[in-house]
């Protein structure tokens, strides 16, 4: 760690760690709750575990995100972060909204929560990922704006990189598309159409341009591989996300009443999705294999790694598996769509978000590196996680593929509920691969408390 | 990479594809706002204001985190953008308010103790939804 100031990081890293924990174990819940219905009925009912599950891992991402950049502008930009404290006071700020917001879905019917919120006044509430009231919304401009204004003080003040500057315009985006989930008009079709500008434009947009820079930043630590080298690849990989992406948004637009048109320009652009992930794949390896310097932190070079393989698997190939129009008439809404859902997000964000910490917790710590003893525990955790979130995916995807030929292709369709009666044998094996996760991490959060140090700080 | 590719060359292009596809996406928009009143059934939406306060109601009780609304949502229980003509208002009323079924071991929805009024506009959301034009999706009842 070269400046003080990245040290604030270290909050933001351990609560997205502890919320990763409640996303999990909310996940194993529902998981239950498929097979066995009226599982924690009706303390827990499906929704709100799904709530917490789906919003827990965002907010313990933008965590992440926010942790990330607050490490490496300061270094990108060699000077200290423009103000440490309101870091700070933002973290605590997010923190506090996300817990209120959590024992808020736990603790209240959703009615009674969108009563007490003032949903009444702008009705925002109640759309997926977008359930949080409107107070917690505001809160989440409000943090997102000072987290931009100081991160961009730190830049101008300083040196302007191209992993900087992509950073940011990933994170701006993040924020100005975000602005979408206050617009909600009555109109099914219009409500769903910008809907989409909140979520496809993040996670297949301008995430992406984080996870670049994320991915970036390690890769030149570890690697030792020229800035020069590692800034063209990255340019070249955010092009082709946002090339294909944004026109890509039209996969989405299918069958919610939108022109037939997107069918086409949805297929055609979205099927070029995968391209940018397998950069990130040939980017990692490359930069890998072409490394002046043996890092020690051997752990943070798997996951940087793990990010381009899986990236490219649960993002890239899933996506395009059930992209195609033609293809995705069947498939649409079905668990194809949670299969795609669990190995993009863990391949491309978790991991990423992962990688960072892997490299920069250590260093936050005093130490270059950690032990081997403790590098061999989170490799394990690595491996556990990722093999599992893989089996997961292939559950949910064989699930779904009957779920489709039972409920919407075969000669005499099927109820939804026959449909999920006759596929539950797969819901039982995705639950196991989910405790499998589990246990990867518990291992990895047991890979922090491993004492010992390598080698004193660089 | 080639030492004539430079990093600015990168640069240049990375801003210029994308300023060109962001205004494309635009106009693409544009133009989808020309075309979806003749598929939104927004004259519905002008004429019968219970549609909306259905829509309200189905917000408020997140709905979609359980179920799909034209296939987009939680994949826990059916599609409900056409169960207006899969089962008809009398039967999702009925079902509505018989909920929790209790049946052990099976998925349970609870009971959002809705009013007769509040189950109509309910209902009236539904039946509009159902009439959007989907482009033929889902591809049979079943949803």
Request: proline share 4%; hydrophobic share 55%; glycine share 8%.
């Amino acid at each position: 760690m070269q400046y003080k100031s990245q040290a604030v990081a270290k909050l933001y890293f351990i609560a997205a760690i502890g919320l990763f924990a409640a996303q999990i174990l909310f996940g194993l819940v529902m998981g239950l709750q498929y097979v066995v219905g009226d599982f924690l009925f009706p303390a827990i009912p499906f929704n709100v575990a799904r709530m917490v599950h789906t919003n827990a891992l965002i907010v313990w991402l933008l965590m992440g995100f926010m942790g990330a950049a607050y490490y490496l502008i300061p270094e990108e930009a060699e000077t200290e972060l423009f103000s440490p404290k309101l870091a700070i006071a933002m973290f605590w700020i997010f923190l506090v909204a996300a817990a209120l917001t959590v024992l808020g879905y736990l603790l209240v019917p959703y009615a009674g929560l969108a009563k007490m919120t003032g949903n009444d006044l702008w009705p925002t509430m109640g759309r997926e990922f977008l359930e949080q009231p409107l107070p917690t919304k505001l809160g989440i401009v409000v943090v997102a704006l000072a987290f931009l204004f100081n991160l961009t003080m730190t830049v101008l003040k300083g040196r302007k990189t191209s992993i900087s500057l992509v950073l940011l315009l990933g994170l701006w985006g993040l924020a100005i598309f975000f602005l979408f989930s206050f617009y909600n008009p009555d109109n099914v079709v219009k409500d769903k159409f910008y809907w989409w500008w909140v979520v496809h434009l993040w996670v297949e947009g301008v995430w992406e341009l984080i996870l670049g820079a994320i991915l970036a930043f390690v890769l030149i630590k570890v690697t030792g591989v020229d800035r020069e080298v590692i800034e063209k690849w990255l340019y070249v990989i955010v092009t082709l996300t946002l090339i294909s992406g944004i026109l890509g948004t039209g996969h989405h637009y299918y069958w919610i009443g939108t022109p037939e048109s997107w069918q086409l320009i949805g297929s055609i652009f979205s099927a070029l999705e995968p391209i940018p992930f397998f950069g990130m794949t040939l980017f990692a390896f490359n930069m890998v294999n072409r490394r002046r310097r043996e890092h020690p932190n051997k752990a943070a070079v798997l996951w940087a790694l793990g990010t381009g393989v899986m990236a490219f698997l649960g993002a890239g190939v899933w996506g395009f598996l059930h992209t195609l129009s033609p293809v995705n008439y069947y498939t649409h809404g079905t668990q194809i769509t949670a299969a795609h859902g669990h190995m993009a997000f863990y391949g491309a964000y978790v991991m990423a978000v992962l990688t960072i910490i892997s490299y920069a917790m250590p260093l936050m710590r005093g130490r270059a590196a950690n032990s081997n003893k403790a590098q061999v525990v989170e490799m394990w955790a690595f491996w556990l996680m990722t093999v599992s979130i893989v089996f997961i995916t292939l559950f949910l995807t064989a699930a779904g593929i009957l779920q489709v030929w039972l409920q919407r292709v075969s000669d005499a369709p099927v109820p939804f509920m026959v449909a999920q009666e006759q596929i539950s044998l797969f819901y039982w094996m995705r639950e196991w691969a989910g405790v499998v996760f589990l246990i990867g991490l518990i291992i990895y959060i047991w890979s922090f408390f491993i004492p010992g140090e390598e080698k004193a700080k660089a | 990479m080639s030492g004539t590719f430079t990093t600015s060359m990168a640069r240049n292009i990375f801003f210029g594809g994308t300023i060109f596809f962001l205004l494309v996406f635009l106009a693409l928009t544009f133009q989808n706002e020309q075309i979806i009143p003749q598929r939104d059934q927004r004259a519905q939406l002008a004429a019968n204001p219970a549609i909306a306060e259905g829509k309200k109601i189905w917000e408020n009780n997140q709905c979609i985190g359980c179920h799909t609304l034209l296939g987009e949502g939680a994949y826990f229980a059916p599609e409900l953008g056409n169960v207006y003509k899969r089962r008809g208002p009398d039967f999702i009323k009925a079902w509505i308010k018989s909920q929790p079924t209790g049946t052990p071991g099976r998925r349970q929805m609870p009971q959002f103790n809705l009013t007769d009024k509040q189950l109509d506009e309910l209902v009236a959301f539904f039946k509009y939804v159902s009439e959007i034009n989907t482009s033929n999706w889902p591809p049979n009842i079943e949803g």
